[in-house]
């Protein structure tokens, strides 16, 4: 009697091991602790990445105002350093967040970038270095540990809708790419623009406060089960032993090298291109406005039908836009229409790389995965856009654009070559599910 009693709960443990582990992914899954860290995420993408998107408004401020005698493509180094060190401190931030949870990496990064806005505020006109060194290298530095964390901490508390939930944490970053520059349009002109600097340094401060409140990061015992999250190496490349993870890696290396030059230049080109037009002032903010909608389009049709089944053809879709639409658009309708399209397609492109890295990847280490992936993309966001400047062969012609735009589209669609390629690594039948 006792054997058998004894057989019966050996034989009942896996299942309940099983229905407490179903029940842990459903919390995680769904639990309020898990949307709420999802909204702070926001928060922080918005006040920091969405700052970095708006430099398209300070590229045109610096060029026809601020640091008026410096050349266009000089001045677009500050917003890639910017996003250079974003990326390129990503390993460093996202493994810091694996073992330490993000309270005191959103205090740094939150007091840093209110830093470095109150220093901006007081440069004065013409000062390219001092511009460079407090925007591009300080605010980049200390964005670069809001950023990254804001996403791995997501990547804890979510698996099966984990492409939705990162989805949604990169409309922030589209949020402020509409926000800040709308913002700046309306106060330059009452306060001007150091007054304008301090006002957005205290919405920054506030966006942080309520991100550290709400955010949870879960134990560093809980997030994986691979057990190496205590004794993990800060910088992590053993992913790039994985054919897929590193062929991904050249894919969106390519991408990111042409992604954000139509952010930087289109409203030059438009006002360029079409003088006078009212529209070009609004550009930023309808590309950010679709991309959006296009964020959580993506995280909602990869969780269904594939990640990089839906990664590989945006980046495809977003350099024909590119070489089809705006190369040869001939009317200021087509313009907007290609911002509308490109805003939508390239937020996929920015935003499922990390969702496809989480599925090869214990969650322990998600962040120092994810952040070595992006420390060697940097590289591409780094040069992607002065490069693309460079080849601009006269700034007051329409013309004069058509270099940079072919290296934008050819770059997303090599790019989209190798991510095809990573998914013809996972599985050579394009149906399944990836």
Not at 108 to 128: K, Y
Not at 262 to 283: L, M, Q
Request: hydrophobic share 45%; with cysteine.
């Amino acid at each position: 009697m006792t054997e058998k009693t004894f057989s019966n709960v050996e034989l009942q443990a896996p299942e309940s091991i099983t229905d407490t582990e179903l029940c842990e992914i459903k919390e995680r899954e769904g639990g309020c602790a898990a949307w709420l860290t999802v909204v702070g995420s926001i928060l922080v993408y918005y006040a920091s990445f969405g700052i970095m998107n708006s430099f398209g408004f300070f590229q045109n401020y610096y060029t026809s105002e601020f640091l008026r005698n410096t050349p266009t493509s000089t001045i677009a180094f500050i917003g890639t350093l910017q996003m250079a060190l974003m990326n390129s401190l990503a390993a460093i931030s996202g493994a810091l967040c694996d073992r330490y949870g993000v309270k005191y990496l959103y205090l740094g990064s939150g007091t840093g970038t209110i830093v470095a806005l109150l220093l901006l505020s007081f440069v004065r006109p013409g000062q390219f270095w001092q511009i460079f060194l407090i925007q591009g290298l300080l605010m980049g530095l200390t964005i670069a540990f809001g950023v990254q964390p804001a996403q791995t901490v997501v990547g804890q508390h979510f698996k099966e809708r984990r492409a939705l939930a990162m989805g949604l944490v990169s409309t922030g970053s589209a949020l402020g790419g509409i926000g800040f520059p709308l913002m700046f349009e309306r106060l330059l002109p009452i306060v001007g623009f150091s007054n304008a600097l301090r006002l957005t340094a205290l919405k920054i401060g506030i966006c942080y406060s309520i991100a550290l409140c709400i955010s949870t990061s879960l134990p560093s015992g809980k997030s994986g089960k691979s057990g190496r999250s205590s004794c993990s190496s800060l910088i992590d490349l053993r992913g790039f032993l994985d054919l897929r993870y590193a062929v991904l890696c050249v894919g969106t290396w390519f991408a990111i090298l042409g992604l954000w030059i139509p952010s930087y230049y289109i409203k030059i080109y438009a006002n360029v291109a079409y003088p006078g037009n009212t529209i070009s002032e609004y550009f930023l903010c309808i590309m950010y406005g679709c991309s959006i909608f296009g964020a959580i389009f993506g995280g909602l049709l990869g969780d269904k039908v594939g990640r990089l089944n839906l990664l590989w053809p945006m980046a495809l879709v977003s350099g024909c836009l590119c070489l089809f639409l705006w190369l040869l658009s001939n009317s200021l309708a087509t313009l907007v229409l290609f911002a509308c399209v490109y805003g939508f397609s390239t937020s996929s492109v920015s935003a499922l790389p990390a969702s496809i890295i989480g599925q090869i990847t214990p969650d322990d280490i998600l962040g120092a995965r994810i952040g070595a992936f992006y420390s060697i993309v940097a590289i591409a966001s780094l040069v992607g856009t002065p490069i693309g400047g460079a080849l601009i062969t006269d700034a007051d012609q329409k013309e004069g654009y058509r270099w940079l735009i072919l290296f934008s589209g050819v770059s997303l669609m090599v790019g989209s070559i190798f991510m095809l390629g990573s998914r013809l690594l996972h599985d050579k039948d394009l149906r399944k599910k990836w």
